[in-house]
C-alpha cells in the first residue's frame, strides 16, 4: 500500500511531521506542483493525478492544510482512487487567516469521500476552527478527531513524528483493510 502525501503551501519542510512520515514509510509519493507557493488550483489537481498514477489506486492519502482541500475536490472528481483519506488541520476558506494566493482553492470539494476518512483538527488552529474542521469532516462523510490546542498541526507546532497522528492514520488504515475485505 502506497501512502500519497499531499502537503499544503509551502510543501511541508523537512521538520514536518508529513515529511519525516514520508521518510520512514515504506512506500509513498508526494505531489509535485509547479508551485508550493504561487498555488494554481488546475495544477495541484494535474500533480494529483500524476501522484495517484503512479501509488494506485488503492493508495492512502495523507493531507495536510490546503492539501486537504485539493484532495477533497479531487476525489470528487475521481472517486475510487483511495482506500483511505486522512486530513489533518484543513483550513478555513472563510478565514481572517486564509492566504490571498489560494483564492482558487475555494469553494470546492464538499462531496462525501467516499473511502474511510478521517479529519483530524486542533482546538486552536489559526486558519481553522475545531467548529469549521468539524463542518468540513460532516461535508465529506469523514470521521473527526480533535487533538486538543497544537496550533496547526505543523513543524511550528513542534510535532517532530507525531506519533499520535502515526497512530491515527494506522487505525484508519486497519479500517479501510476491514472494510475491504
Known sequence: MTHLIVPGIGGSGPAHWQTL???D?????RIAPSSWDEPRLDDWLAAL????AEAGADAVIVAHSMGCLVVAEWLSRNPGRASAVLLVAPPDPDGERYPDEASEFTRIGGHPLGPPTLVVASDDDPYGSRAYAVAFADGLGAGFVSVGPM???NAASGLGEWAEGRELLD???ALARRTAA
Open 171 to 173: 487505525d484508519l488504515v
Open 25 to 29: 514509510l515504506d512506500e509513498s509519493v
Open 151 to 153: 496550533g496547526h498541526l
Open 21 to 23: 512520515w514520508e521518510q
Open 49 to 52: 493525478d500524476r501522484a495517484s
